[in-house]
């Protein structure tokens, strides 16, 4: 664990912090970025903001594992660009997606370098490829079923013993800090806005302290605490994603969440979801209904292993026809000692809830997974705000287009974090600390009283976005969304304006940005592509732009 550091007690009362660069966030794509940039640079310091303990985040639940051409023999780029392409359903940025493709291999390598395992084969002189649903070609490197746990658990012992990496952990960032903050009218048009750093909420004492940096870096992760069933983390609350919309930064394809089709249905209810990898089913698993019947080769010809989206949909239709809450996962065919081997935390997850996945069939649901949409960036992942970087899975970049190939995810995390690293290398010296910013102001806040309106509010808002906007949509459906969600906003607001700030606070007020992103791009967007399905609008369309500025 990297060393955790508190403001000094000398500076107890003073509630500004100065930093040469900022990153918010400690997954995969704000520690390789940090380490990256401490490695080159040991005379910048560079200050890392977690707003849990530092190794949790949306990485470590990463099962599945991370794409990447290794296997020259019989996989080349051009078959994972089709790949990445097919899935994205016409709307992925080609050039992104090479960038992505061709550089992430020497990425990946890197990280091994660092110290990340992933599974050989039995002889121990090659990788163990897996592959997923969408892929033409086994290319998936994997460490069991505990992929990105192992990533990120790499990347915190290669981080240990940086000196000019401050690790701030339970620091929660609130706003950006941009010139509306100087006293100046901004609006979304306003072009050249600069961003200085961030307010940060230490959740030890409530204080709210003005970190100033010449650069800042948003990898905050995703947001799939807005829908009722998730896969993420509880901490999955789309922070800096909603803090760039305040910000006035550009927004792009909210519309497009990916749904995991197959999270172990748990009656008793869990938060987060326990995710069955797809990787199951590219070892061999088959979905069937309750009666026990294949169903998948009634929605394409790939069946099991066909792109997350399909697959989805097709479980969302099967539970509507029967009026269940779940189909089921057939591994009863496959090999117990092998299974074991590749999924041993699911594995021992099913034997924990009563089920025998060599005996009985899986019970699995549809689940929020990962949101292919976020922050508009361009190839060297600046934002449309001067002085701040986005990268992971809070942005956009084009690679997903409208739907997420499997395991890609990681790799553009660490292509994007590398592609910032080189660009602040060159461009930090041209920036100085921003002084003028004014501290918090609390004036007129009283301690909340009234804890239940959040934790309530909070149930409403996913029940909203479950019930409204989830895999099948409709404009009845948005409209009744968005007439909940403004009522939402408007007390979630008042009580903002109205009490000291408290995390849960803080996490309401963005997941309800959230949700009204998702729900007002789904609404823009009069066509069904990917991710986005409606009922009103079947058919694909040549060209929408769903860009929210």
């Not at 001067?386 to 997903?400: D, K, P, V």
Request: glycine share 8%; charged share 25%; aromatic share 8%.
């Amino acid at each position: 664990m990297l060393a955790s550091h508190a403001l000094e007690s000398q500076n107890r009362f003073e509630l500004k912090k100065t930093t040469d660069i900022l990153i918010l966030g400690s997954g995969i794509a704000g520690l390789s970025l940090a380490i990256k940039t401490a490695m080159a640079r040991p005379d910048l310091e560079i200050s890392l903001i977690t707003k849990v303990e530092q190794g949790e985040s949306n990485t470590r639940y990463a099962q599945g594992g991370i794409a990447a051409v290794w296997n020259d023999d019989v996989d080349n780029h051009d078959k994972h660009v089709a790949d990445t392409l097919d899935a994205g359903d016409g709307l992925c940025d080609e050039d992104v997606v090479r960038i992505v493709v061709e550089e992430g291999p020497e990425r990946v390598r890197e990280i091994i370098d660092w110290g990340t395992r992933f599974d050989k084969n039995k002889a121990g002189d090659n990788y163990s490829l897996g592959i997923e649903g969408g892929h033409s070609e086994k290319r998936i490197l994997h460490y069991k079923d505990l992929t990105g746990f192992e990533i990120q658990r790499a990347l915190v012992e290669k981080a240990k013993g940086m000196e000019n990496i401050k690790l701030y952990e339970h620091f929660y960032a609130i706003n950006l800090l941009t010139p509306h903050h100087l006293g100046f009218n901004i609006t979304r048009v306003t072009p050249n806005i600069e961003c200085y750093g961030a307010y940060i909420l230490d959740k030890s004492d409530g204080e709210i302290y003005t970190f100033l940096s010449k650069i800042t870096v948003i990898a905050t992760g995703g947001a799939g605490q807005i829908y009722r069933n998730t896969t993420n983390p509880i901490i999955a609350t789309g922070d800096g994603i909603a803090m760039l919309y305040r910000a006035k930064g550009r927004i792009e394809s909210m519309e497009f969440v990916q749904f995991h089709p197959t999270a172990l249905y748990n009656p008793a209810g869990e938060n987060p979801d326990f995710l069955v990898s797809e990787a199951v089913r590219g070892y061999g698993a088959i979905l069937r209904d309750l009666e026990g019947n294949e169903f998948m080769q009634n929605y394409d010809p790939r069946k099991s292993l066909a792109p997350r989206d399909i697959v989805a949909r097709a479980i969302d239709n099967e539970m509507k026809k029967s009026g269940s809450d779940f189909v089921y996962l057939d591994c009863t065919h496959l090999d117990k000692e092998g299974f074991y081997s590749h999924f041993p935390t699911i594995y021992d997850k099913c034997i924990s809830l009563g089920i025998d996945p060599m005996k009985d069939y899986i019970p699995v649901t549809t689940a929020c997974h990962y949101m292919c949409g976020g922050i508009q960036v361009d190839k060297q992942g600046r934002t449309s705000i001067n002085r701040l970087y986005a990268c992971g899975e809070c942005t956009y970049t084009g690679l997903h287009g409208a739907n997420r190939l499997a395991s890609n995810s990681l790799l553009e995390a660490l292509v994007y974090s590398h592609r910032i690293h080189s660009d602040i290398i060159q461009q930090i010296g041209n920036y100085e600390i921003e002084h003028k910013i004014p501290d918090w102001d609390a004036t007129g806040t009283n301690q909340p009283k009234e804890m239940v309106l959040i934790t309530q509010s909070m149930k409403e808002l996913k029940e909203v976005m479950s019930s409204y906007v989830g895999i099948v949509r409709s404009n009845v459906r948005l409209k009744r969304a968005s007439d909940r969600l403004k009522l939402l906003y408007e007390e979630t607001e008042a009580l903002y304006r109205s009490t000291s700030l408290s995390p849960q606070l803080c996490e309401l007020r963005n997941l309800i940005s959230i949700g009204y992103l998702v729900t007002r791009s789904a609404a823009m967007r009069r066509e069904s592509r990917g991710l986005h399905f409606t009922t009103d609008y079947p058919e694909n369309l040549e060209f929408i732009d769903v860009t929210i500025l």
